[in-house]
T-cell receptor, first 112, second 110 residues
Framework: DQQVKQNSPSLSVQEGRISILNCDYT??????FLWYKKYPAEGPTFLIS?????DKNEDGRFTVFLNKSAKHLSLHIVPSQPGDSAVYFC???????????FGKGTMLLVSP | KAGVTQTPRYLIKTRGQQVTLSCSPI?????VSWYQQTPGQGLQFLFE???????NKGNFPGRFSGRQFSNSRSEMNVSTLELGDSALYLC?????????FGPGTRLTVL
């Protein structure tokens, strides 16, 4: 049973537009959520996180929204840049604990 | 500060063999976690070590084991390799609520 789901395997966006990556979870015990970016042949790089006590967190071009009632979170990238092209993983944990449950990732392609 | 390092970066083994992978966390980090990444399953948690003790374990068979040394370096071992063990093995060290990943070891089992 997959507790963290990223239903879109891929997403294509034009440079300058908004990229919206979605993630759903089923475990109501999750209270800390993270987004990671991964380039080929590299490990995932932490992007942004959000605690369940918030519904929005911003960091530069990246904003994460959390809808606890829908068990849904999304990552918005504005404006999108070609360098953002990578695989994005959504992850969740319980109590900020070190065990992360990951989604299967969404490949974002930003074209010039 | 140097990042998380993993050795070797690439490894080719045959079925039935065993393999040991190494991870050096960021200096000062005491928690090391291991993950397996495969195309079909994504990133799956293997185990976590903190101060030389296994603190948590994922749902993997006993062929997968690990340990942590007093300097926080960690190793994971896979015995009796199967074709399905071919994957990218990632190690992460933790500071606060953030995990920092190494580049991974690409294991191919033939």
């Amino acid at each position: 049973d997959q507790q963290v789901k990223q239903n879109s395997p891929s997403l294509s966006v034009q440079e300058g537009r908004i990229s919206i990556l979605n993630c759903d979870y089923t475990n109501s015990m999750f209270d800390y959520f993270l987004w990671y970016k991964k380039y080929p042949a590299e490990g995932p790089t932490f992007l942004i996180s959000i605690s369940s006590i918030k519904d929005k967190n911003e960091d530069g071009r990246f904003t994460v929204f959390l809808n606890k009632s829908a068990k849904h979170l999304s990552l918005h990238i504005v404006p999108s840049q070609p360098g953002d092209s990578a695989v994005y993983f959504c992850a969740a944990s319980v109590g900020g604990y070190s065990t992360l449950t990951f989604g299967k990732g969404t490949m974002l392609l930003v074209s010039p | 500060k140097a990042g998380v390092t993993q050795t070797p970066r690439y490894l080719i083994k045959t079925r039935g063999q065993q393999v040991t992978l190494s991870c050096s966390p960021i200096s000062g980090h005491r928690s090391v976690s291991w993950y397996q990444q495969t195309p079909g399953q994504g990133l799956q948690f293997l185990f976590e070590y903190f101060s030389e003790t296994q603190r948590n374990k994922g749902n993997f068979p006993g062929r997968f084991s690990g340990r942590q040394f007093s300097n926080s370096r960690s190793e994971m071992n896979v015995s009796t390799l199967e074709l399905g063990d071919s994957a990218l093995y990632l190690c992460a060290s933790m500071e606060g609520l953030e995990q920092f990943f190494g580049p991974g070891t690409r294991l191919t089992v033939l």
